[in-house]
Nanobody, 126 residues
């Protein structure tokens, strides 16, 4: 079992960049697939990006493809979400999620993951 802690959120202007981190405060990320989801006010939580525990296989939502990059450092028990060219539509609480999986497995649905962080707020002003 792991506990996830997100950090790196904040208030930025449109066109800016942010890097979110998701660190394991208890346990290890080895053999856990991870993903980022986000939830804007009044909207459902939606998939953003995922990376398999092999750190090779990734998948992105169409809305962030080409702007966001997820990566992980298993030795540091940390997953990252690099967000570039931010727009006000990216404003949301961003959540890190994890689940035990095979090396190349990726999930894009909320129900695919059973461990979640508390979330970090990202606000993009126009």
């Amino acid at each position: 079992q792991v506990q996830l802690v997100e950090s790196g959120g904040g208030l930025v202007q449109a066109g800016s960049s942010l890097r979110l981190s998701c660190t394991v405060s208890r346990g290890t990320l080895s053999r856990y697939a991870t993903a980022w989801f986000r939830q804007a006010p009044g909207k459902e939580r939606e998939f953003v990006a995922a990376i398999a525990w092999d750190a090779i296989h990734t998948f992105y939502a169409d809305s962030v493809k080409g702007r966001f990059t997820t990566s992980r450092d298993n030795a540091k028990n940390t997953v990252y979400l690099q967000m570039n060219s931010l727009t006000p539509e990216d404003t949301a609480v961003y959540y890190c999620a994890a689940t035990v999986a095979r090396a190349a497995w990726i999930g894009i649905h909320r129900d695919d993951y059973n461990y979640w962080g508390q979330g970090t707020q990202v606000t993009v002003s126009s």
